[in-house]
T-cell receptor, first 114, second 112 residues
Framework: DAGVIQSPRHEVTEMGQEVTLRCKPISGHDYLFWYRQTMMRGLELLIYFNNNVPIDDSGMPEDRFSAKMPNASFSTLKIQPSEPRDSAVYFC????????????FGSGTRLTVV | AQSVTQLGSHVSVSEGALVLLRCNYSSSVPPYLFWYVQYPNQGLQLLLKYTTGATLVKGINGFEAEFKKSETSFHLTKPSAHMSDAAEYFCAVKGSARQLTFGSGTQLTVLP
């Protein structure tokens, strides 16, 4: 398995533009998580899905952020409009429920909003 | 409820010295515990995990951790630090919640 695949690896965009981050989880995993990592706030859970259904989006900072999982092999995190304070590394992770295996993380997308 | 506290946001050790990174947890049910490592510009990678059974667990790169229920701790150790161990380390707990709760991380610096 190629692991959790995120794209793009780096994204630089101008304030006000729409940004879409993409994630392909490991085949067969039934949970998918989106995290944001910054120096100031550390690792923050934004939202997670179980069997493609959003379970908890309480970590999504505001309405400018949205996430979808149209099928078991694909998820997107969208920011519209983007702001400089959204600059961070965004990670996607997937797992089996209660398998005790923990999460497998992608390599992340480094987002810079100028 | 579940939570994790990592004591020390930065730890420095000399090459060859013992590495000890501290993690205390809180969980209302018997927990699963994890240590992850993050190298610069990379995602988090699982180092080791405790689910049930033997309380001393061994992971990759010579790291190990011991689950101590009485102390609610899961400290990470390595007998002899190597320069390549320099990274950020995260402790995580899974208790009654569906998701893991991560600690704030400990940056390990290895001095030559």
């Amino acid at each position: 398995d190629a692991g959790v695949i995120q794209s793009p690896r780096h994204e630089v965009t101008e304030m006000g533009q729409e940004v879409t981050l993409r994630c392909k989880p490991i085949s067969g995993h039934d949970y998918l998580f989106w995290y944001r990592q910054t120096m100031m706030r550390g690792l923050e859970l934004l939202i997670y899905f179980n069997n493609n259904v959003p379970i908890d989006d309480s970590g999504m900072p505001e309405d400018r952020f949205s996430a979808k999982m149209p099928n078991a092999s694909f998820s997107t995190l969208k920011i519209q409009p983007s702001e400089p304070r959204d600059s961070a590394v965004y990670f996607c992770a997937s797992s089996f429920y209660s398998s005790g295996q923990g999460y497998t993380f992608g390599s992340g997308t480094r987002l810079t909003v100028v | 409820a579940q939570s994790v506290t990592q004591l020390g946001s930065h730890v420095s050790v000399s090459e060859g010295a013992l590495v000890l990174l501290r993690c205390n947890y809180s969980s209302s049910v018997p927990p699963y515990l994890f240590w992850y490592v993050q190298y610069p510009n990379q995602g988090l990678q699982l180092l080791l995990k405790y689910t049930t059974g033997a309380t001393l667990v061994k992971g990759i790169n010579g790291f190990e951790a011991e689950f101590k229920k009485s102390e609610t701790s899961f400290h990470l150790t390595k007998p002899s630090a190597h320069m390549s161990d320099a990274a950020e380390y995260f402790c995580a707990v899974k208790g009654s919640a569906r998701q893991l709760t991560f600690g704030s991380g400990t940056q390990l610096t290895v001095l030559p």
